[in-house]
T-cell receptor, first 113, second 118 residues
Framework: GENVEQHPSTLSVQEGDSAVIKCTYSDSASNYFPWYKQELGKRPQLIIDIRSNVGEKKDQRIAVTLNKTAKHFSLHITETQPEDSAVYFCAALNKEYGNKLVFGAGTILRVKS | GAVVSQHPSRVICKSGTSVKIECRSLDFQATTMFWYRQFPKQSLMLMATSNEGSKATYEQGVEKDKFLINHASLTLSTLTVTSAHPEDSSFYIC??????????????FGPGTRLTVL
């Protein structure tokens, strides 16, 4: 089955700096890669996603890049703000396995003001 | 659009009792819902896939007789934790896909249910 690894486990940045979180996946058949933001005690919120037929996607301060050959994808947050502090999860979806999402272990992002 | 609700948000029960958690898709129909468990400072682990009108499919290591899932309508799935024990204390989250929406792969999550078993 699919295995998703996520790094780093914690990330501290100064307000205004950029943050990058990286994930790798194992199954080349996975074709959908969402990123979720979860605040303490709350539900995961989708912030951006990318499909395997696209190499990059951007939405304001957030961007995701995908390298299918290397089987890794990354989340980029620019001009970080204190409200960006949360846990971020990457995930991979494989339609051959019942459309199940496999999540990475998560990254705690702290933006220091 | 694509709102998922869960009830209750928090529940405290005694060891040995059963607890039912409801997951509802409020503005769309969901033939498939997913149930996750999240322990403190850990990731979301898929427990089972709930299929409307048929049996749920459970992930390896999840006891189907302990975690009963019923998906009787296109907007409601329930998870019953039977004979709960302290080790079942966790954050239970459901999700659903809006197959009629523009992005059929996206899973929308409920707000979660914090279960504490004393």
């Amino acid at each position: 089955g699919e295995n998703v690894e996520q790094h780093p486990s914690t990330l501290s940045v100064q307000e205004g700096d950029s943050a990058v979180i990286k994930c790798t996946y194992s199954d080349s058949a996975s074709n959908y890669f969402p990123w979720y933001k979860q605040e303490l005690g709350k539900r995961p919120q989708l912030i951006i996603d990318i499909r395997s037929n696209v190499g990059e996607k951007k939405d304001q301060r957030i961007a995701v890049t995908l390298n299918k050959t290397a089987k890794h994808f990354s989340l980029h947050i620019t001009e970080t703000q204190p409200e960006d502090s949360a846990v971020y999860f990457c995930a991979a979806l494989n339609k051959e396995y019942g459309n199940k999402l496999v999540f990475g272990a998560g990254t705690i992002l702290r933006v220091k003001s | 659009g694509a709102v998922v609700s869960q009830h209750p948000s928090r529940v405290i029960c005694k060891s040995g009792t059963s607890v039912k958690i409801e997951c509802r898709s409020l503005d769309f129909q969901a033939t498939t819902m997913f149930w996750y468990r999240q322990f403190p400072k850990q990731s979301l682990m898929l427990m089972a896939t709930s299929n409307e009108g048929s049996k749920a499919t459970y992930e390896q290591g999840v006891e189907k007789d302990k975690f009963l899932i019923n998906h009787a309508s296109l907007t409601l799935s329930t998870l019953t934790v039977t004979s709960a024990h302290p080790e079942d204390s966790s954050f239970y989250i459901c999700s659903a896909r809006d197959l009629a929406g523009g992005n059929t792969d996206t899973q929308y999550f409920g707000p979660g249910t914090r279960l504490t078993v004393l």
